[in-house]
């Protein structure tokens, strides 16, 4: 092995349950994308820097996917946790029979499961948009691959 630090999945999605997914910096993918609509390509030098500048882009997005899932799913398990807790300890006052609809339904109203449950629907939201431009910055890669391959074909 070399001297090279090595880098593991926890250095690339975090070791902390929940990632702060609002704050994740989308400039430099937004650039490219709004950039796809206007860019001109006139050589092959600047399809194939095009072509890297799509690939990093799908790289920072992976990696946000990556934290997006860690998220949803430790959100996901956190609420079902906290439901279950209180389904669990719910009673109805007066020596009264609590049925398992009520615990569940308890389970369900409990303030604490209703912030994280619009928590997750946050994640879900940010983890589909990034999911779709990640599609979208690499059919960009492709695209410019192929006009980087066209290009080289008629340089004599």
């Given at each position: 092995?070399?001297?090279?630090?090595?880098?593991?999945?926890?250095?690339?999605?975090?070791?902390?349950?929940?990632?702060?997914?609002?704050?994740?910096?989308?400039?430099?993918?937004?650039?490219?994308?709004?950039?796809?609509?206007?860019?001109?390509?006139?050589?092959?030098?600047?399809?194939?820097?095009?072509?890297?500048?799509?690939?990093?882009?799908?790289?920072?997005?992976?990696?946000?996917?990556?934290?997006l899932i860690?998220?949803v799913a430790?959100?996901?398990?956190?609420?079902?946790?906290?439901?279950?807790?209180?389904?669990?300890?719910?009673?109805?006052?007066?020596?009264?029979?609590?049925?398992?609809?009520?615990?569940?339904?308890?389970?369900?109203?409990?303030?604490?499961?209703?912030?994280?449950?619009?928590?997750?629907?946050?994640?879900?939201?940010?983890?589909?948009?990034?999911?779709?431009?990640?599609?979208?910055?690499?059919?960009?890669?492709?695209?410019?691959?192929?006009?980087?391959?066209?290009?080289?074909?008629?340089?004599?």
């Amino acid at each position: 092995m070399t001297d090279e630090q090595q880098i593991t999945v926890a250095d690339i999605i975090g070791t902390s349950d929940e990632d702060q997914f609002m704050e994740f910096n989308l400039t430099e993918v937004q650039v490219l994308v709004s950039n796809l609509q206007s860019l001109g390509v006139d050589d092959v030098t600047q399809a194939e820097n095009l072509q890297q500048q799509a690939l990093r882009c799908a790289d920072i997005l992976a990696e946000y996917i990556g934290k997006l899932i860690k998220t949803v799913a430790f959100l996901e398990a956190k609420a079902n946790s906290k439901k279950n807790s209180v389904a669990l300890r719910y009673e109805v006052s007066g020596g009264v029979k609590t049925s398992i609809e009520l615990k569940k339904m308890a389970g369900e109203a409990d303030p604490e499961v209703e912030d994280l449950q619009l928590k997750i629907a946050k994640a879900k939201g940010a983890k589909a948009v990034i999911e779709k431009k990640y599609d979208i910055v690499i059919k960009a890669h492709h695209h410019y691959k192929d006009m980087a391959a066209g290009m080289r074909k008629t340089i004599v």
